[in-house]
Nanobody
Framework: QVQLVESGGGLVQAGGSLRLSCAAS????????MGWFRQAPGKEREFVAA??????????YYADSVKGRFTISRDNAKNTVYLQMDSLKPEDTAVYYC?????????????????WGQGTQVTVSS
């Protein structure tokens, strides 16, 4: 069992930055691939970024809409995964969720994830 708690959301102006954190419980954090998803009002949940456990966690995946602006990273010693968000745009406004996948071949799909956090709101004003 893994429990995930996100933090770091808030209100920021366009062009600004935020760093989201996702703290995980349990001693097996290092065995999970980690992902970030988001859901805007009236829209379906969408993939944002993921970081696999293979290759020492060096494989990262990004949605085209955030590539070059967002960076996912993890600190296994702190059981935490981060999402650094730079050059934020109003269209990035959403509730952001972190998720853990024990075994995945497709980090882009939310069906691959076993555990989810409660979400943190990110609002980008224009």
């Amino acid at each position: 069992q893994v429990q995930l708690v996100e933090s770091g959301g808030g209100l920021v102006q366009a062009g600004g930055s935020l760093r989201l954190s996702c703290a995980a419980s349990g001693r097996t954090f290092g065995r999970y691939g980690m992902g970030w998803f988001r859901q805007a009002p009236g829209k379906e949940r969408e993939f944002v970024a993921a970081l696999s456990i293979s290759s020492g966690g060096r494989n990262t995946y990004y949605a085209d809409s955030v590539k070059g602006r967002f960076t996912i990273s993890r600190d296994n010693a702190k059981n935490t995964v981060y999402l650094q968000m730079d050059s934020l745009k109003p269209e990035d406004t959403a509730v952001y969720y972190c998720a853990a996948a024990y075994s995945s071949e497709n980090y882009y799909s939310d069906q691959e994830y076993d555990y989810w956090g409660q979400g943190t709101q990110v609002t980008v004003s224009s």
